[in-house]
């Protein structure tokens, strides 16, 4: 251990603030969401307000100006530690299950776990369609390829708070896209987009496949140019028609990419929260996020952390997934 550190000082001093930066901002909050998803939100809440209670008086207690006063800090001391006392007494408290039940019997939590499914696999369809047909486009030469490259890669650079807002002008009631619809004869009045269903589900869905669809472009052009010429070449010899040659030949030869791009596309659509806040609100259209965003700002501390744990755990899920398929590939390049 000593001859390690000694030969790799300088590698491990540069490493550790990126370790000390994921122990802080990624480990310890994780483990601390988990533990606080375990205690019941009535004792999590009481307990909280009885410690932040008892601070106060102890500050003002060491501030007392007079021991009047003192005296009647300490009496007041006494009576919130013996409610404290009582509180961790209380059936409800220690670690539960409480939060997690309360959460399934919830309408607006199964509402916006059924919302996030819809999103991310609706989602899924739309991008992989759209972006293998751009992939395909851009595998070839045609005059103006770079500047539709161009286009095509320019929302991955913005940032998706300012992707929401420039969606928000296109679907206002008074936005571009009831402007056209009612121009065209489609409609009389604007329609709501944020009104909730299926309607909203399909606005969110145009907002997330605009932001990611680059990177979507980007991972299937790299599978596209993985392909052996030889293979392409042996297919135009064979005559095979370009639908079947895609269909037989192109699309097994990039199964790892596209799997591997669903799955990073999945992680990243899981855990949605920007676009469906400003353009739905967590009313009409909650998702997982946006759900636990939403009873944190009520200040349910537990149910957000259970809330959080269970997005966790999908993602966590995504994660290994991704992982084990990467793993797979390699290990089928080492035996070929």
Known sequence: MTKFIKKY???IIMMLPLFLYI???TIFPIFSNL??????QRYGRKHDILVSKIQDIEYDLKNAKDDLEAKDYKKELREAKQELKKLDQAPYAGFTLNNYRRLLSMKDFRKGTLNTILITACGLIVQFVIAMAIALLLSRSFKGKGLFRTIVLTPLGIPTIVSATIMTYIFDTSGYLNV???K???IENGIDWAQGGIISIFMIVFADTWKVLPLMVLLFIAGLESIPKSVHEAASIDGSKPIYKFFTIILPLMKPHITIALILRAIDAFRIFELPLILAGTSTTPVISTFTYSEYSRQNYNMSAASGTILTLIIVIFVF???????REKEVKIDE
């Open 23 to 25: 122990i802080g901002f």
């Open 9 to 11: 000082w300088l590698e």
């Open 184 to 186: 065209l004869g489609l």
């Open 321 to 327: 997934s991704y992982l084990y398929v990467v793993e």
């Open 35 to 40: 533990k606080n998803s375990f205690i019941d």
């Open 180 to 182: 056209l619809l009612n």
